[in-house]
């Protein structure tokens, strides 16, 4: 449900004394967090401004309107900011649905507390109606618990039927490169507290983007686009391999991804998607010429960074209306790949693979897609229901099983961090 915007939000930034962890400072049941490498803020107590924008609509449309409501949002509020770092001032928290035709909404939160910390510095946000502050709460993690998962929808021998169908779409010419995921479904109990799903997703990759916002909880490798002061950066990966179980044979894991035709297209297809989508608003973007190995605990992928400056006014949130879907999540031509999606997987992907991140007043941001990840939602009323999904580009060349084998690894941040 949407809560609409008051008429004008009071925004109280102060710096406090060092906070070493923010994380139990959230709350339990309904976490919303950003943090990667120890760095990050969560929110807390009651949501002050929910926007929503629902589907079926054209693609990109959803993060558009929701950039435009934004900005009206942002120029009616009073925001006293004295510290004026990355994550403080008017924030709010956003989750986007993958496709814009999901039945999954796409929304921005924004939460009446912010605590948050960046290196040796810490800060409060209090965001209300009046000059009245909510209460800055820390609360000590809940019990221990585990989830069941189990195969979703597409189990593995269906993942290897899809990906076969890819290829025979690759080779017909409809498509030059498609990702295919396969799903997880499970349940965890009632009364299960989160923020313990987002510390082992945190400690065990930290240097990757912990998310959690409206019950989709991960640990994305993957940045979407940053926007700081006119300034314009994104992470491409695109190419997979699983780390390998002794020094020598993870090295021969490196070189050999580094070293592949099939991955280096694939990666190629998606540094292209983004720099195709994001020359509009910024014209002057600096590739790489050759990516790079990425070296993350569970797997090793090609990697770009693309640098750029921005022409306009453009927010975070117009630039992932641009971007999203990118070739690395969708394939390409992007539409033609989408259309095939809708075909090959039997369930709407909701969040997954979609943006995921944040943006202030002055519509600066960071937002990765949304990988290694699950969606939390209502259970039986014992139980909460976890939907968790992998995937990967097919390219011409590409092996069903090496596909389905792919998956796995990709579970395993998500599948370890429940058990």
């Given amino acids: 449900m949407t809560v609409p915007p008051p008429a004008q939000l009071r925004v109280v930034t102060r710096e406090v004394a060092t906070i070493e962890e923010v994380l139990p400072y959230t709350d339990a049941s309904a976490p919303l967090v950003w943090q990667r490498t120890g760095d990050g803020f969560v929110g807390a107590g009651p949501v002050v401004v929910r926007l929503d924008e629902s589907g079926p609509l054209s693609r990109g449309e959803r993060a558009r309107n929701l950039a435009s409501r934004w900005r009206a949002l942002a120029e009616a509020a009073t925001v006293d900011d004295d510290v004026q770092i990355p994550g403080t001032g008017l924030v709010a928290f956003g989750a986007l649905a993958f496709d814009d035709a999901s039945a999954t909404s796409s929304s921005l939160l924004v939460p009446s507390v912010i605590v948050g910390r960046r290196g040796d510095r810490s800060w409060v946000t209090h965001i209300s109606q009046d000059t009245a502050a909510p209460s800055m709460t820390k609360t000590a993690y809940g019990a221990h618990w585990a989830a069941t998962v189990g195969p979703g929808q597409l189990d593995p021998a269906h993942h290897q039927v899809a990906v076969r169908e890819a290829l025979e779409a690759i080779h017909s010419g409809l498509v030059s490169k498609v990702v295919v995921a396969r799903d997880l479904e ?3 109990p009632a009364d299960a507290d989160l923020r313990r799903l ?28 940053t926007v700081s002061s006119g300034t314009v950066t994104a992470r491409v990966l695109a190419g997979t391999a699983a780390r390998g179980a002794d020094p020598d044979s993870d090295a021969a894991a490196s070189v050999a991804l580094a070293t592949s035709t099939k991955d280096q297209d694939e990666h190629r297809y998606a540094v292209q998607s983004v720099l195709a989508s994001l020359g509009p608003l910024a014209p002057a973007l600096a590739a790489g010429e050759q990516p790079f190995v990425l070296k993350l605990p569970n797997v090793w992928h090609l990697a770009t960074d693309i640098e750029g400056t921005l022409t306009d006014a453009a927010s975070a949130l117009d630039l992932v209306a641009a971007l999203h879907p990118t070739a690395a999540v969708a394939g390409t031509p992007t539409d033609a790949a989408l259309e095939l999606i809708s075909r090959l997987e039997p369930f709407d992907r909701g969040r997954y693979a979609g943006p995921v991140g944040w943006i202030n007043a002055a519509g600066d941001g960071e937002w990765a897609i949304a990988l290694r990840c699950a969606q939390i939602g209502p259970g039986n009323g014992d139980t909460l229901a976890i939907t968790a999904h992998a995937g990967g580009g097919i390219v011409d060349g590409s092996d069903p099983e090496s596909e389905l084998l792919e998956t796995r690894v990709k579970f395993r941040p998500i599948v370890d961090a429940l058990a």
């Fill in 186 to 188: 499970g349940t965890l």
């Fill in 198 to 225: 987002v510390r082992a997703l945190a400690t065990g990759y930290p240097d990757t983007w912990a998310f959690a916002v409206d019950g989709l909880i991960g640990a994305s490798p993957e940045t979407l686009v």
